[in-house]
Structures are given as C-alpha cells and as structure tokens.
C-alpha cells in the first residue's frame, strides 16, 4: 500500500463521538497499519497495490477411455 499523491503533506481531520476531534498528519501514517486505518474510515487516502497474475499451465488431456461394447 501507499499513500495517494493528492493526500501527501496533508492534515485530516476527523471527528469522533468519544474522542472528539482527532488531526492526523498524512505525512506521519504507518503505511505498515493500513488495516487500522482502514478500520477507522481513512481506508480512501491509500491506493491499492497493483494485482499481478500470473497464468496457470494447462494440464495434459487425458487421452479418452476405450468404451466395451455391451452384450445383450
């Protein structure tokens, strides 16, 4: 994870029923503790790291079985 530009040198506010107002400074977050950040509503200041996918082998076909003919 990493900080988006637009929020980079800058001061959130945020407001809270039991602590009141908390600033936080951008620039001092732990990138290392999104998940708390996340938790308490300022999961939108990260971007998310960019998924590689890789391609899965294809397996061998399995030859097809030979069928026996029924009698009767």
């Known amino acids: 994870m ?3 530009d637009e929020y980079k040198g800058k ?3 945020k ?3 039991v602590l009141g107002e908390q600033k936080i400074i951008v620039d ?3 990138v290392t503790r ?3 950040y996340q938790s308490i509503g300022l999961g939108y200041i990260f971007e998310p ?3 590689n ?3 899965i082998d294809e397996e061998p076909k399995a030859e097809p079985r030979k069928r026996r003919k029924k009698n009767g």
């Open 2 to 4: 990493r900080i988006k």
């Open 11 to 13: 001061t959130i506010v």
């Open 15 to 17: 407001y809270n029923s």
């Open 28 to 30: 001092k977050l732990d």
């Open 34 to 36: 999104f998940s708390y």
């Open 49 to 51: 790291e960019p998924i």
């Open 53 to 55: 996918y890789t391609g």
